[in-house]
């Protein structure tokens, strides 16, 4: 549900992941657009896919190992990504607090296409920033990348930040 907005408001959600190039697109999002972040109320949103225990998908056809999964090694697996996606929303909100910015930041599991593009119109987001992680050109035939996926899909603008090859630590 969409909550009221204080005058001009904007809504900026960013998403990131372990990799370096996430956390470059929002320090480009906070260094190069000052002024919409300075107006905006900004929110981190971080994934954490389901484990693929026991199979492997490719396309649509599903392979299976011929093994039964634990549960609670699926349980452990779910609560380390858990663990894993919360201090990545840390990190990220710390990047933020640096620059004087304040951000919520938040997290839901399940598959990133859908639950970024639900999160966009739940959120009531104006602005999506992402990474935009170069795929080679046979791979991109076969699977759409999330970034192609919001592009289609989002409700809002997209703005894709490509990558630069430094380390941001």
Known sequence: MEEKRKGSEKKVMVVIDESD???????????????????????????????????AQIGFAHFFAPFATNPELIYSILQQRQNITLSLCEKAKSFCARRGVKV???????????????AVHKQGTDLLVMANYPSNPFKRVFVETLSEYCLKNAKCPVLLVEPKSVNIM
């Open 21 to 55: 190039d996430s956390y470059y697109a929002l320090i480009w999002l906070l260094d190069n657009l000052k002024e919409l972040v300075a107006k905006s109320s900004v929110t981190i949103f971080a994934t954490q896919p389901f484990p693929s225990c026991g199979s």
């Open 104 to 118: 919520e930041a938040f997290t839901e599991a399940g598959d990133p296409k859908e639950i970024v593009r639900d």
